[in-house]
């Protein structure tokens, strides 16, 4: 079942902080965060594991709640390069991890100067 | 960091030819690779999964017989588009996991290929 990510848009000015939350209706196990531009192929940002978090950028960190099924991405003190969508991944279960990603339908950020 | 190429960028065929998409890990070794198609606008839809030297395994509704996957070494997969039609106009991406345990199950995505059907 795909993850549900809110908002599906924010609008910031440069500076400014944003949260980006993605939940599931089943267990999660996982939760992989990436950032698409215009055209472009998804860039890995970080992972969230069962049992942790795992932080991948200076000011882009995630956390993970497992009993509530969700995700959220932190981005603080937002630069114009963070503009994108940005998609959450859930999957990868399998205990060989060799599943796919299903993916939610991704939240608009445009950050402005 | 990882790095997966895939080949071509961009395609555009007339109805009724076939496409050939490669994707390659250049710097580590890939057990198993993904496809996935997204429309414009839209998120990214797992197509399937290639594992080196076996059979893909595809996601529901789609047909194995028109995109025909093939896992041939540990570092190339290919997504043959087999006689194509216009609403098989798409933007294709390939991803490819680590194979090493410390990789945490991370995958890599290619650039994707953005294939046009005439």
């Known amino acids: 079942q795909q993850p549900v990510q809110s908002p599906q848009a924010v609008i910031l000015r440069e500076g400014e902080d944003a949260v980006i939350n993605c939940s599931s209706s089943?267990?999660?196990?996982?939760v992989h965060w990436y950032r698409q531009k215009h055209g472009e192929a998804p860039v890995f940002l970080m992972i969230?594991?069962?049992?942790?978090e795992q932080k991948g950028h200076d000011k882009i960190s995630a956390s993970f709640n497992e009993k509530k099924q969700q995700s959220s991405l932190y981005l603080t003190a937002s630069q114009l390069s963070y503009s994108g969508t940005y998609f959450c991944g859930t999957g990868g279960d399998s205990g060989g991890g060799a599943d796919g990603l299903t993916f939610g339908k991704g939240t608009h950020l445009i950050i402005q100067p | 960091g990882a790095v997966v190429s895939q080949h071509p960028s961009r395609v555009i065929c007339k109805s009724g030819t076939s496409v050939k998409i490669e994707c390659r890990s250049l710097d580590f070794q890939a057990t198993t690779m993904f496809w996935y198609r997204q429309f414009p606008k839209k998120s990214l839809m797992l197509m399937a999964t290639?594992?080196?030297?076996?059979?893909?395994?595809?996601e529901q509704g789609v047909e194995k017989d028109k995109f025909l996957i093939n896992h041939a070494s540990l570092t190339l997969s290919t997504l043959t588009v087999t006689s194509a039609h216009p609403e098989d106009s798409s933007f294709y991406i390939c991803?490819?996991?680590?194979?090493?345990?410390?990789?945490?199950?991370?995958?890599?995505f290619g650039a994707g290929t953005r294939l046009s059907v005439l």
């Open positions: 991803s490819a996991r680590e194979r090493t345990v410390l990789a945490k199950n991370i995958q890599y």
């Open positions: 290639s594992n080196e030297g076996s059979k893909a395994t595809y």
């Open positions: 089943k267990a999660l196990y996982s």
């Open positions: 969230l594991l069962k049992g942790g």
